[in-house]
């Protein structure tokens, strides 16, 4: 997928709007696009794609979240780090979903 | 508590500290709270609550329920559930309620009470005998009854300086996994526990304006609030400061590092 298209998706821009609302800066939208395009190369899939796929409207029932859901778990894992950290990367997709209105269940820390 | 101060501080709390359980007294509070409410006819066997606590429910209980409310990430962190549910066989209790309060000198002749008026008069209409008339509206009355007992609850958590918070769930698993019988309808659960975030929450949340809600008279005119009293409520600390309030993007941020929740 090509830089342009990545940002020319529908799901993208949903996702930088949300990203703008919460006042993050452009550095930290730039940090969380690249992890994004990260793990749509890890998937294999382009944004828009991987919204359209998780959720199907017709049913109104989740289809591949289980897949999207260890994938955002084995992609975490790929980097070495605190738990913190590893879960935070795997937050931004979390994230991404959630501004595109599906959600992933979360990640919970042994203490809880 | 102030009773203003309590209603005015009452917010959806959705970050709990999970670790800190809650006192048994502080339960039985706020249980009793909902217990003393007001109820139709004192049938108050109609309203009736499951509690679920962390460390000494059976932990898959605990998790199922979690699961059927959605795995939001607040009702994780409560150690305290309190499922409300409404039983429809409590309003078999109608008559010897009534007939109760005849007892206790609540309801009097002075008001044309008398247990013969109960059996002639009130167990006949459908519109105070509920169950012998529209199940729907039943429903409904029962519905809003729960509902007053367990807006006293939520308020008798705040005085207890602890957070709480409604949230929905798939109603027929809380029913299997409670063991509820079929006329049972479990209704929201009540979250319970010290609160991770700041116990203003961020601010009050919005509301429409008292005009928009309130009316004079007639339907749609409206009643005007008067503002010496809304100075007064103010001071009193039950209107308070509004969402958000200028440090609450970064407390958010705080709680989701906390509890590693996507930001």
Known sequence: MTEHAFDASAAVRKYVEDLKGKGLSGAEQQQRLAILAEFCAFVGRSPDQMVAEIFDVETQKYKKRNFYSDRVREFSARISGTWSERTARGNVIRGFFIANGRRLPNEKPDWL | ?263
């Open chain 2, 1 to 263: 508590m102030e009773f203003k101060q309590a209603v005015g501080n009452r917010r959806t709390i959705r970050y709990f500290k999970s670790w800190q359980p809650v006192e048994p007294d502080k339960i039985q509070a706020i249980l009793e709270a909902a217990r003393l409410q007001s109820q139709h006819g004192n049938a108050k066997l109609i309203r009736k609550a499951v509690v679920i606590e962390r460390g000494k429910t059976p932990d898959d209980v605990r998790q199922a329920l979690i699961d059927a409310m959605y795995n939001q990430p607040h009702a994780q962190q409560a150690p305290v559930f309190i499922v409300w549910a409404i039983d429809m066989s409590g309003w078999e209790s109608l008559r010897g309620a009534l007939t109760e309060l005849i007892e206790v000198r609540a309801l009097n002749s002075t008001h044309g009470w008398s247990r013969e008026f109960i059996e002639t008069a009130v167990i006949p209409n459908a519109d105070f005998n509920v169950m012998a008339g529209d199940h729907v509206f039943a429903e409904w009355l029962s519905a809003f009854e729960c509902g007053l007992a367990v807006g006293s609850a939520l308020l008798a958590a705040v005085d207890a300086g602890l957070g709480t918070a409604l949230v929905t769930g798939r109603r027929a698993q809380i029913r299997q996994i409670l063991d509820m019988p079929e006329y049972v309808t479990p209704t929201q659960v009540q979250l319970v526990g010290y609160p991770a975030e700041s116990p203003d929450a961020g601010g009050q949340r919005p509301s429409p304006p008292f005009e928009k809600l309130y009316f004079s008279g007639k339907w749609g005119v409206p009643l005007q609030s008067d503002p010496a009293v809304t100075a007064d409520l103010k001071a009193a600390g039950m209107l308070q400061e509004p969402a958000p309030l200028r440090w609450r993007a970064d407390e958010i941020r705080a709680l989701a590092h906390l509890f590693g929740l996507p930001e």
